[in-house]
């Protein structure tokens, strides 16, 4: 990691391993919300961004030959 980073650098600081989100079967294909921002900050602020994402859950399906 650089000691200086380079003006305008996005990156990501993760202060904890990433865990995957608990979403039972019954839940797929249902639309949820997810607010993504700056932990110290109020949700309503501009640096927050808002994802609608369904769980699909493609990763239980069947590997065809």
Known sequence: ???V????TTFVY?????MQIPLSLEQ???MRQYHIGPAGRSLMDPAY???????TAQ??????P
Request: hydrophobic content about 35%.
């Open 59 to 64: 990763g239980m399906r069947a590997m065809a």
């Open 49 to 55: 961004r808002q994802i609608d994402y369904a769980y």
């Open 14 to 18: 993760l202060g904890a391993q990433p």
């Open 1 to 3: 990691m650089p000691q």
């Open 5 to 8: 980073w380079p003006e305008n």
């Open 28 to 30: 797929r294909n249902q």
